[in-house]
Each structure stands twice: as structure tokens, then as C-alpha cells.
């Protein structure tokens, strides 16, 4: 009896889990469907520049290094939203401080870190030393109420403006002005990491979007001004007013019958 | 689509484009829902909800860098318990309710009290984190048409000290110096502040400033924390004696020649007061300060009990740091800055050590001018913009105080009720608020962006007050918490940027947020669900707005309150436009620096002005050490001391429900001095009984983690409702401001075995 309502617990749980699972996937399937979404800033600001040829010493030596295993899907795992400061995913090497030295032995120029049998991912900013301000560890997987956030997409990869035209930096700069940093060395997501880290200038050819909007000009109707003599030349400036403007039109038409 | 798979990799223009409009992030500015500095946000809103965050890089407080609750913080709109319904308490249980029946409840109920008990049985707790405009109708509601000055906020256990400091020292609220100051201050003093966990913003550009020039951070404290490991020097000093600490620092400044004597002769005043005020743990507790005229003769007579070698037994510290710090303030080429926050005001004599703080200030001239600055934190974002500047405390009004006649007759005039309607005695502060609802003197309190049944020291006795059988709670909030679990009425609040509003920071930087996200199912900004039952009580002459235009229209008229150049506002567009503005808004500009004709356009003499005092001098008070209210002794031989984490803000209730924060630090914990540990045979993870004369709680021991007591202290973070450390804490507060100390009082503390 009790064997049996075992096997009955059993294949319950299973059932319940299979329902789990295909329901996840589904959900995970319409999330990977959905559209790419691209930040764009309508508070016009143009990045800034701190940091920007930070790390560029080293640019040759990136050719030579190995390429990185990780790729972006593990990059964004550990962010709330791409652009987020991601988490520490590890345990610390110390509770106390604010991080500074700590972090930055492996952080600050990278290379393997036995410990973690992994390339230490690089800091863009190794200037703001309050490293736990902005990233914290995990202590636990569990959450204290369930959440309704929906985690957006990552901008796509490779925008280009035509065939061969420089990719444009798809995110935002803010705290990443270091392009290096994540887009170089062995820690750098192998589908993000450049083949030419040596032209160090990434911004020559790589610019970020900074506005949604397109700039044109159409020719504005009130930009009249008067040439000097301009009466004499026969361009009198003269308002029409609606009736006459139709009128104009009216005559045209008939011209063209 | 054949064309992509001629070219992989290359998304064409069309694409783009398509992705542009349909998933376009839309970036608008916001100040930070969380701590008093206020930094300034873009949040990403993308079909209708938000989606991320980045520092806004063109707010003054900030630029562009945020804490990791800021950048998480939106995902706090987003927990699966948010309250959308109303709930109603039928028969003891919370029951679903719509809207409408609440609103109707609460406003019947009003009617019925004041109609059987009088006016002052009917209250409003509210918040520094009200934004403005909520603040404004509450204090209109119930001290101009209701007219009882039943009136509080969760700020009065945050920073009254600090507001009682700066009213008793310079005649003004609020600071005279702004964050700018970090980049001028060559030495920063932090007085039981822990910056790097609090504010650490503002601690970035502490830092920064060291990497750029010879700066140093002095951690004055009683606890090492992540600020003590980042500092230039800490000093470690015994609970409540950084009065005689402040005193020994005035001492030596004076002893050594190093007093500017100018700027003391013709701008500064000494005066004295009472002593021996009591600590307020008894009902109907009421004191008066008196001050006195003194001299300077006389402080110097009172400092020679402050000899540095004469304080180093009570506080710990050595004279020779208490030198070292002097040398710091005396030196006549150092811009110093004074930092503090819930140290020096959670502080059962808040109000005097906030005073010797601007003594040694005015001792050395080092006050007003960049980079030289007594500055005083806040911890709520706008404790300082609705609290202290609406004034919703008991005894205040948007301008000046109840006691005063003429500041009665602004209120009556720009409210347009009858001057007598608003009473001329303040009722309650907010410990005696409880103590009136637990007597019976109130029956009914509406509370608003607020939690103290997590809050409120001596917790034990004041929840059972909330449930006793004649009274009514409403609690108006965005997620169930221990304080809706005592309400009688819960009503859904709409959060933060899901309406308009206006918060007010640490450095007189007022700004607006527009409503950028719809609020979820019922959901009500707490300034409309205080406009519905004004309405529903027969006040809707006095709230005409309509749900369009009233943010506006209130900023418009309570703008009026603080017309002039001591205290202008800038107008709703210009708001609307920056990053913040600083008041006083003068002529279209900001005012960064008071009470210095150079700076300050008030001033009506050349230099500094002290011109909220009427013989225009600030006051440098005599104030002594005295003890704390409970001292550990025989039985509880430990110090309790409560506060912060980085992680959290607050209570919780909305940090807690960020995935990221939560699994950072998921539960409270209580810290121990490894030599304590090892003498209770407890490590890292064992289970810790304290217990206080008013309450015990079980939880896990810290040992050698992120902070570390002095010995014979224990802290405990209060943002876990699971282990509810105010049950320990005890009511004791400062007799001026009436901020209760939540950072010492006596414990026992063991291994607990089950």
C-alpha cells in the first residue's frame, strides 16, 4: 500500500514537473521573441570621455592571448537589465571594506584566476574604488516575494548602416567608457570581442547613438528675409492669402488641361 | 528576410527601424526613490513600463553614478504581492474592498470620531518620503480645515535633532553649505557616519577627491565598518560621548590660539541652557529649553572639564587623537567638512551635539563658504522637502509655527479657512502620538509611506496599542507590510514615478518627477486618496484640483508660504525642466552657499549674515556631556546599537522585493566583536538570543564579516521584518527634538541552544 502511494507521489511530482518545464520553455521561447529593443536618449547628452584610451598599452598583447569560452548569454545572466551592474558571482575575499584593492587585484588588468578556473572580467572603471556601492554578491538564490519584472533583450550585435560599414555601439556608455575592457583580452564575451584592439581609438569608427531622431531640414517657409533693392529686382515680398492661393491653383490647373 | 541571409550579421536600416519604434526606450529624469541624497535618475520606460535605469548625467547631486539600489530600484514596482485592491477589515479579517467603499469608510469614520471624541482624536502619520505635494494637502487636511495639529511624520525619528539643531544654533533649518562643498573640503570628518553603506554617492566623491588631491577622510565612529576600511584614520569612541569628544576638540581649538577671533566677535553669540533634561521614557513627558545669555568667558571656564587627557577615560579615545582632530579643524589652511547623519541625531541629547558640532565651526569661522561645512545628511529622500520645508510635525506650519500668531494668519489667508480653525499648541510628536493612541486619546491615525510597526522603538507596547478595540488605522502603502497587518482600512498607493511629484534633499534640491507609468489596478497617489476624503468631509472647496492639474496648483499656492530670498522656490516650469533646483531660488538663480553676502542674496550686510537669528549672529551653545538613558549594566552588560545596510533601505518592504538586493543580503543578523563571540563560545552562523528589558529576538551571529562593534556592542540591521529588533529598543529621546536614540540601549546577549 505505502510502496504504492509512493509511485503514485511520484509520478505526480513528475507530471508536475514536465508541466513546469514545457510552460518555461514556452514562456522563455516568446521571450526570445520578442523585438530587440534599442536604448535610445532623448535627454541629449553625449558620453563622456573618462577612460577611454585606459588599457590601450596593452592592446597588442590581446592578439595573443586565448579567446575567451564565455559568451554573452552568461554576460547578461548576472545583470537585472543590460546596462545593470552586474552581480559578484563569486564568493568574496573578504566581508569587510569597500572593495577597492580587493576587487581590483584580479579585476583591474584581468588574466586567470586559478580559483575560479576563469579570465577575470575587467573593470571600465577602475577610478570609482566603492566597488560594493554598485555590486553585490549572492548570498542566496531564493527571493523574498515573487517578481513580476520582465528582464528586456539586449540590443542586437553588429548594427551596421550598410554592408562593411563600422558596427555602432549599441549601448550606452555610461560607466562602460572603456571600450577594452570588455570588447578585448580573453575575459571579453566571444561574440563582442574585437578583432583589431590595437587601433585602441574605437570611437573614430564605432559611435554611439545618442538620439533616436534623424536630422533633416525642410526648407522653412517663414525663412524669407528681404535682399537689399530686393522691390526693385520685382521680389516685392507679398503675402497671398487663401483665396488667392487658390485661385493660383485654380489657374494652374486650367493651364494644364 | 532573403537579403539578411545573403549578409549574416548585418541588421539592415529597416530592421532598425522597426526595432526603434516598436521597443524604443523612453529616458526621463527622476530623482532616486530611496535615500535623502537624491540622486538624479533616468529611468527607461519602453511600452508602459520601466525597464531600466542609468545615472542622470546631467543632475549636480550625482552625475551619472548611482548605488545598486538605484539602479535596481525600479524593479521594486514590480513584486508580485503590490496591493491593487483596497482592503477592509470585516469581522477581524482583511477583506477585498473597492475604492470607493474605503474612501466612504474612512470618511465616516473621521466624522464619528471628531464628532464623539473631538478633533484631536483623529491623526495623520506620514513620511519623509511623502513627496511634497502629499505632504502639503496632509498638513492642510487636518491643521487647516479639520484644524487639529495632529500632524507627524517618520522624519521626527530621523532628523528632528538636526532641524532642532539648526533652528537652535542659527535661527534657520536646513544647511548652509551643498555637495559642492566635496569638491572644495581638504578634511572630512565623519561623525558616527557610515557613508561608504549610506550614502555612498556622496562617499564616491569623497574618494574621488582623494585621487585627485591631498585630502583626508576621518571615520569617527563607534563601530568599524566598510567606511572605517576606506578612511585615512578611524577613530573609535564609547556610545554618547562624542559630546565630550566635541567639547575636548572646542577646548584645544580655544587652548591653542587657533578660535578666529574675528569671526566670533562679530558674528557668533554664547548662550546656555537647561541640564539634566531627562530622557522622555514617561508618558505626558513634556521640557522647555531655556536659553540664557552667556560669554565667552564662561564657555571657557566650562571647557576645562573637557581637557582632552581629562575625557579620555569616558570616551575611550586618546587625547592624542582628540589633538589630532583639533589640529585638523584649528588649522587655519585646511576647508574642513562635518558629515553626520542618524548618529548624531538618533540621540537622546541629538539636538546639544548637533550644536557642539556647529560650535567647533564657528569656533575656527569654517562655516558658509565652499568647502567649509557643517553639513547634516538625511536619509529619506524627502525628509528634507516635505518634512521640514511643508512642515508636517505638530508644532509646524509651511511657514514658521503654529505657536505664532502671524505664521497662523499666513496659513489661514493662503488657505483661505478662518485663522482659528488652526490651533496654537502643538498635540503630539510622534513617540507620544503612540502613547496617545495606546491611552485612548486618539482612536483613529491614518498612516502613509511608512511602516513603524517595524520602526517604532519599544515596538511591543505600541502594536498592541494599534489593536486595542476602539481604534481605527488606515494604511495607505504599495506592498503588505507588518504595519497593514494592523490596519483596519488598507488603501493601494501608486508609487513613486507611477504619479507626479517632487522630493526635497539633503541640500536644499528640490525635484520634480513627471508620471511616467500607470499606476497598478486601484492604485492612488496618497495625495488624491487625501483630496477624495477631504472631499468626502465636506472640504472640497479648500482641495479644488482636478486629477490633471493639482500637482501644479498646489506647488503654485504652497509656493506662496516661502515667497522672498531666505527661503524662494523655483516656479513648477522651471522644475519641470532641470535636474533639481536649489532654494533659496533667487531672481532665476540658486543659492549654494548661505548666510554670506557673497553667495547668498538674503544677506543685508557684507560677509556673513547669520540673518535667521534676530541679532543676526549664530549661537554657540554651552552644552555638557550626559549620560544615555540606559547604560548597559549587571544584567544587560552589552550596548544594542541598530541601523543600515547598503542593500536595504529601510524597512525593506520595497528592497527586499528587488531579486538582487534580497539575494545579496537576505535576513538580519546580529554583529559581534570576535572576542565577545569567542567568549560566548558563539561563531559565525550560530544562533544569538538578545534580549533587552522590553524584548528578545533569536538571530544569526555576524563575526569578522562586514562590520565589527567594539567590544561589548552588538548591532543589528532593522530592515528584516522577520527579526524585529524595535520589539529590544527602547523610547528614550532627545527632550528638544523628541528623536528617540535608536542606538543605545542595554542587552543580554547569548548563545541560544534552542
Not at chain 2, 526613490?33 to 511600452?47: A, I, K, N, P
Not at chain 2, 522656490?569 to 549654494?592: C, D, F, H, M
Request: net charge neutral; hydrophobic share 35%.
Amino acid at each position: 500500500m505505502k510502496s504504492r502511494l509512493v509511485l503514485i507521489g511520484m509520478c505526480a511530482l513528475l507530471m508536475f514537473g514536465a508541466i513546469y518545464i514545457i510552460g518555461t520553455s514556452l514562456y522563455e521561447e516568446r521571450k526570445a521573441a520578442a523585438p530587440a529593443t534599442v536604448a535610445t536618449n532623448p535627454v541629449s547628452s553625449i558620453p563622456i570621455e573618462r577612460g577611454v584610451f585606459a588599457r590601450s598599452a596593452e592592446a597588442l598583447l590581446y592578439q595573443e592571448m586565448p579567446e575567451s569560452q564565455k559568451g554573452l548569454e552568461a554576460y547578461y545572466q548576472n545583470r537585472a537589465y543590460p546596462g545593470a551592474p552586474p552581480i559578484i558571482p563569486h564568493q568574496l575575499i573578504s566581508e569587510k571594506g569597500i572593495g577597492g584593492k580587493n576587487c581590483l587585484q584580479c579585476h583591474q588588468n584581468g588574466g586567470y584566476v586559478e580559483q575560479f578556473s576563469a579570465f577575470a572580467p575587467i573593470t571600465p572603471h577602475p577610478d570609482l574604488l566603492n566597488c560594493m556601492q554598485c555590486h553585490v554578491p549572492q548570498k542566496t538564490n531564493l527571493a523574498f516575494q515573487a517578481t513580476n519584472w520582465e528582464k528586456m533583450a539586449a540590443a542586437d550585435i553588429h548594427q551596421v548602416a550598410m554592408p562593411g560599414a563600422p558596427p555602432v555601439i549599441p549601448h550606452d556608455l555610461d560607466m562602460r567608457n572603456n571600450c577594452l575592457s570588455c570588447h578585448a583580452g580573453p575575459s571579453a564575451p566571444k561574440e563582442i570581442r574585437v578583432s583589431h584592439p590595437e587601433r585602441v581609438n574605437c570611437r573614430q569608427c564605432h559611435l554611439p547613438r545618442t538620439t533616436p531622431d534623424i536630422f533633416t531640414k525642410p526648407v522653412q517657409e517663414n525663412a524669407t528675409f528681404k535682399r537689399p533693392g530686393g522691390d526693385e529686382m520685382g521680389y516685392s515680398e507679398q503675402k497671398l492669402d487663401n483665396a488667392e492661393v487658390s485661385q493660383i491653383s485654380e489657374w494652374i490647373k486650367n493651364e494644364n488641361q | 528576410m532573403a537579403a539578411a541571409s545573403m549578409f549574416p550579421g548585418i541588421v539592415f536600416p529597416k530592421d532598425q527601424i522597426v526595432g526603434q519604434t516598436n521597443g524604443a526606450i523612453n529616458w526621463k529624469k527622476t530623482p532616486c526613490r530611496f535615500c535623502g541624497v537624491g540622486c538624479g535618475l533616468l529611468v527607461g520606460v519602453s511600452d508602459g513600463k520601466a525597464v531600466a535605469v542609468k545615472g542622470d548625467p546631467a543632475s549636480p547631486v550625482n552625475k551619472g553614478l548611482c548605488c545598486v539600489k538605484g539602479y535596481h530600484s525600479v524593479m521594486a514596482l514590480y513584486a508580485s504581492d503590490r496591493l491593487t485592491k483596497p482592503y477592509i477589515r470585516r469581522n477581524g479579517k482583511l477583506q477585498e474592498a473597492t475604492m470607493k467603499e474605503a474612501l466612504d469608510l474612512i470618511a465616516e469614520k473621521m466624522k464619528t470620531i471628531i464628532q464623539e471624541h473631538g478633533k484631536d482624536a483623529v491623526s495623520i502619520y506620514g513620511s519623509g518620503q511623502w513627496t511634497i505635494p502629499d505632504g502639503y494637502v496632509a498638513s492642510k487636511l487636518f491643521k487647516g480645515a479639520i484644524g487639529t495639529n495632529n500632524v507627524e511624520a517618520n522624519a521626527r525619528v530621523c532628523m528632528a535633532s538636526a532641524v532642532t539643531g539648526f533652528i537652535t544654533s542659527f535661527g534657520m533649518d536646513e544647511p548652509m553649505g551643498c555637495y559642492e562643498d566635496f569638491d572644495h573640503a581638504d578634511v572630512f570628518v565623519l561623525w558616527g557616519n557610515n557613508m561608504a553603506e549610506m550614502h555612498p554617492v556622496l562617499f564616491s566623491r569623497m574618494l574621488d577627491q582623494r585621487l585627485k588631491r591631498d585630502v583626508k577622510i576621518i571615520d569617527l565612529a563607534t563601530r568599524t565598518t566598510r567606511t572605517s576600511a576606506a578612511a585615512d584614520r578611524t577613530i573609535l569612541f564609547k556610545p554618547q560621548t562624542d559630546l565630550a569628544i566635541a567639547n575636548a576638540i572646542c577646548y584645544e581649538i580655544i587652548h591653542n590660539g587657533w578660535m578666529n577671533d574675528d569671526f566670533v566677535r562679530n558674528h557668533c553669540v554664547v548662550k546656555s541652557g537647561k541640564t539634566n533634561i531627562g530622557y522622555g521614557t514617561e508618558d505626558h513627558f513634556k521640557f522647555k529649553d531655556e536659553p540664557k545669555a552667556s560669554s565667552l568667558a564662561e564657555l571657557k571656564h566650562f571647557l576645562e572639564d573637557y581637557k582632552p587627557e581629562k575625557v579620555e577615560e569616558l570616551t575611550g579615545v586618546s587625547a592624542k587623537d582628540i589633538k589630532y582632530l583639533a589640529s585638523l579643524y584649528g588649522n587655519p589652511n585646511k576647508k574642513v567638512m562635518s558629515l553626520w547623519c542618524m548618529g548624531m541625531n538618533q540621540h537622546t541629547r541629538g539636538t546639544w551635539i548637533n550644536n557642539l558640532v556647529y560650535n567647533i565651526h564657528l569656533l575656527t569661522g569654517k562655516i558658509s563658504t565652499p568647502g567649509n561645512s557643517p553639513f547634516s545628511l538625511t536619509g529619506q529622500p524627502s525628509a528634507c522637502g516635505t518634512v521640514r520645508e511643508v512642515g508636517t510635525l505638530t508644532h509646524k506650519l509651511p511657514h514658521g509655527v503654529v505657536m505664532n500668531e502671524k505664521h497662523r494668519k499666513i496659513a489661514a489667508d493662503i488657505w483661505k479657512v478662518p485663522v482659528e480653525r488652526i490651533p496654537s499648541k502643538p498635540t503630539y510628536h510622534t513617540v507620544e502620538m503612540f502613547r496617545a493612541l495606546d491611552r485612548g486619546e486618539i482612536k483613529f491615525m491614518w498612516i502613509q509611506v511608512t511602516n513603524p510597526m517595524v520602526t517604532i522603538p519599544n515596538l511591543n507596547r505600541y502594536r498592541d496599542a494599534t489593536k486595542k478595540d476602539d481604534r481605527f488605522i488606515v494604511v495607505s502603502d504599495v506592498y503588505p507590510t507588518p504595519t497593514t497587518d494592523i490596519a483596519d482600512v488598507i488603501l493601494p498607493a501608486a508609487m513613486w514615478i507611477e504619479r507626479e511629484g517632487m522630493y526635497g534633499n539633503s541640500e536644499r534640491r528640490t525635484q520634480h518627477f513627471e508620471q511616467m507609468l500607470q499606476p497598478p489596478g486601484e492604485a492612488m497617489s496618497d495625495t488624491w486618496q487625501l483630496i477624495e476624503v477631504a472631499r468626502r468631509l465636506g472640504y472640497e472647496k479648500l482641495f479644488p484640483w482636478t486629477e490633471e492639474n493639482h500637482v501644479e496648483k498646489i506647488w503654485e499656492e504652497y509656493s506662496r508660504f516661502h515667497e522672498g530670498a531666505k527661503h524662494g522656490i523655483a516656479p513648477y516650469e522651471v522644475l519641470k525642466e532641470r535636474s533639481g533646483v536649489q532654494w533659496p531660488y533667487v531672481n532665476g538663480k540658486e543659492t549654494k552657499w548661505r548666510y554670506h553676502s557673497k553667495y547668498d542674496p538674503a544677506c543685508e550686510k557684507e560677509g556673513y549674515d547669520f540673518y535667521g537669528k534676530p541679532e543676526g549672529k549664530a549661537w554657540i551653545w554651552i552644552r555638557p556631556y550626559e549620560a544615555p538613558a540606559e547604560s548597559p549594566d549587571r544584567d544587560y552588560p552589552f550596548w544594542l546599537n541598530t541601523g543600515r545596510v547598503l542593500e536595504h533601505w529601510h524597512t525593506g518592504s520595497m528592497t527586499r522585493r528587488v531579486p538582487v538586493l534580497h539575494q545579496a543580503v537576505p535576513s538580519a543578523y546580529v554583529e559581534l566583536h570576535p572576542a565577545d563571540a569567542k567568549a560566548l563560545n558563539v561563531v559565525n552562523g550560530d544562533l544569538v538570543k538578545l534580549a533587552s528589558r522590553r524584548g528578545e529576538i533569536v538571530l544569526r551571529a555576524s563575526v569578522d564579516e562586514r562590520g565589527q562593534p567594539t567590544r561589548g556592542q552588538v548591532f543589528v540591521p532593522f530592515f528584516d521584518e522577520g527579526y524585529l529588533i524595535n520589539e529590544l529598543t527602547l523610547d528614550a529621546f532627545c527632550p528638544i527634538s523628541k528623536e528617540p536614540d535608536y542606538k543605545k540601549c542595554a542587552v543580554k546577549v547569548e548563545k541560544y541552544l534552542g
